[in-house]
């Protein structure tokens, strides 16, 4: 079955909800990307044949392993460093800059609030409709589309335009690297 966006959208707004509380909001996105990303890019490209697939996902660092960190007293640095920081090492492309800190306790809380927070993030994305592999729509940008979405929601929720809500050039660049754009492929054009 085709991913249906209402279940995505409706997904993405449950993992804002729950992180309201430790961080300002404008700062969900950070980590509702990175899910998205990880989830994502382990449905699409974790079990690919292809020589050669966009993104590696490396043992050990996919959206499963961090399903089977759920739970633990170290959830949050074990992402940091059996999830994340493996991609990074696997993936020229892709900077720790790029991702933001699961261990934060100034933003996911102390102790068991962390774990809970983590293991609830984690939980909504493993959502059966949530199922990347069986995507086939050509040129569809789910994660640009993911994006738009919290933005305009943000926004709105902040009293804003979507024009006026600042995008971080961290988000920026995590996207473009996701979908495969860069210096190499792309060439930057203004107007004399």
């Known amino acids: 079955m085709p991913l249906k966006k209402s279940d995505l959208y409706s997904s993405l707004w449950a993992s804002c909800d729950e992180l309201r509380g430790g961080m300002d909001a404008s700062q ?13 890019v382990s449905d699409k490209y974790g079990d690919s044949d292809d020589f050669a697939p966009p993104v590696v996902i490396p043992k050990g660092a996919s959206f499963r392993d961090m399903v089977a960190l759920k739970g633990r007293d170290d959830i949050g640095d074990r992402i940091n460093t059996q999830v994340i920081q493996p991609l990074i090492d696997a993936n ?3 900077a720790r800059t790029d991702f933001p800190d699961f261990n934060d306790s100034n933003k996911l809380g102390d102790g068991a ?37 919290l933005m305009r929601h943000f926004a709105t929720e902040s009293g804003k335009s979507k024009g006026q809500f600042y995008t971080p050039s961290e988000v920026s660049r995590i996207m473009a690297k996701a979908i495969g754009i860069g210096p190499e492929n792309s060439k930057a054009a203004t107007t004399a």
């Open 113 to 149: 609030q962390k774990v809970e927070k983590l293991g609830n993030l984690i939980a909504i994305f493993e959502n059966p409709a949530l199922d990347f592999s069986k995507n086939r729509a050509e040129n569809d940008d789910i994660l640009g589309d993911a994006y738009e979405y």
């Open 92 to 94: 020229s492309r892709l």
């Open 28 to 40: 969900y996105k950070d980590y509702v990307l990175f899910m998205l990303f990880i989830k994502y």
